[in-house]
């Protein structure tokens, strides 16, 4: 019996064919690759820009540059998400504060980010990072509305999303990344997401201004356009300081071939879903689906008492769960450091339990009932 993994990518003869066309061509970076991933994914998401980046760090890194955090200043993120979503604010010198997740549907809640800010005085906070986390979109909606009285930036981490999307109050689909109520949209392409690349990232926008901030940081802040002077075709100017976070024209071919079937194979993570949910409903914990929305699944996440001990025993079984995720605020380096010690007990309560079982476009049918069984039977003693 092999190895079932929590997650997986599909790499198919028409990304490998893909790959090794650009290969012989005449661009390895910064070609018509990269300008056509970014075309297709924007129209993909809905935003108007797109800008492909080295990964999805990256891209937070350069997006929180974009919006003008400045050291000291402070931004909220959730506890349950990959540390990146809060090292980004680190890099450019902020504080990171946490507000608690909601407790079935573990994204970060509304009312407990409302409570943080109203705790504190006006102009406390300069923007919000809400996760798309396991995959199910935030109601950015509501997040807009609390941003726009607090006059917050927001960032849509949409890493686990690409393909998410919610009704808003007038009945109007908004995909993840669409950049709608947020100011920016973050995806990644690292294997284990849905879209494949070795390493990448993107970031969309509907700003003109901020599309052009994201284009010069991409790469170390030099530009051509609105030069201060101008010695002759050769010239360009580095007006601010920016860093090498460019994607290469290799990995855009492969993140285009990787799009085009991940609308089947969001549609494929919602049939997995589907007959885990059926498996365990009454049995079983797994993550609230609210009404109106599309979950894309990066993640089937379950809650059970003795969660080491059901890790353990699929591990046995040979099916690798994971873990999604330890709470930021609890890793050494953000316990050390530990701004405002907010009552995060939904995020610690679900760090206790949680459990992400294997969720992947190319799991078959078999496995999945293989781990089904396995799973209740641990559960059911
Ligand atoms: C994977 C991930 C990132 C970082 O993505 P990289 O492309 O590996 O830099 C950021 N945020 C979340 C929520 C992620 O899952």
Request: aromatic share 12%; with cysteine.
């Amino acid at each position: 019996m092999k190895v079932i993994p929590y997650g997986k990518q599909a790499i198919d003869q028409s990304d490998i064919d893909a790959v090794v066309k650009t290969l012989t061509g005449d661009f390895l970076t910064q070609g018509p690759k990269i300008q056509e991933f970014e075309e297709r994914f924007s129209s993909y998401v809905g935003s108007e820009y797109a800008v492909a980046v080295s990964n999805a760090t990256a891209g937070l890194h350069i997006g929180v540059m974009a919006l003008g955090l400045k050291p000291g200043e402070r931004v909220i993120t959730t506890p349950i998400t990959f540390a990146a979503s809060a090292n980004c604010v680190r890099y450019a010198g902020g504080e990171v504060w946490f507000a608690d997740i909601d407790r079935d549907s573990y994204v970060l809640s509304l009312e407990s980010t409302r409570r943080l800010i109203e705790s504190k005085p006006n102009g406390f906070f300069k923007g919000i990072i809400p996760v798309d986390f396991g995959g199910l979109p935030v109601n950015l909606e509501d997040f807009r509305t609390l941003a726009f009285e607090h006059d917050l930036w927001m960032i849509e981490d949409a890493c686990h999303a690409p393909g998410g999307y919610f009704y808003n109050s007038k009945g109007i689909k908004q995909m993840c990344g669409n950049a709608e109520y947020a100011d920016l949209g973050i995806f990644s392409f690292h294997p284990v997401k849905h879209i494949a690349c070795g390493e990448g990232g993107m970031v969309t926008t509907n700003s003109k201004q901020l599309y052009e901030k994201l284009i010069r940081l991409r790469t170390h802040g030099i530009t051509k356009e609105n030069m201060i002077q101008n010695h002759g075709g050769w010239y360009y100017e580095m007006q601010e300081l920016g860093f090498n976070y460019r994607l290469t024209d290799i990995q855009a071919a492969l993140g285009i071939t990787q799009l085009a079937k991940n609308i089947e194979g969001v549609k494929k993570r919602n049939k997995i879903a589907d007959r885990y949910k059926k498996a365990f409903n009454g049995k079983i914990k797994y993550q609230y689906l609210p009404e109106g929305v599309l979950n894309a699944h990066h993640l089937f996440i379950i809650e059970v008492n003795d969660r080491k001990g059901l890790y353990d025993f699929l591990r046995t079984q040979k099916i690798f769960t994971q873990v999604h995720y330890i709470p930021v605020h609890t890793l050494p380096y953000y316990k050390k450091i530990g701004y405002g010690n907010a009552d995060l007990k939904n995020a610690e309560n679900y760090y206790l339990k949680c459990l992400s079982l294997p969720m992947y476009p190319t799991l078959t049918e078999e496995e999945q009932r293989f781990v089904i069984e396995k799973t209740l039977y641990f559960v059911n003693g």
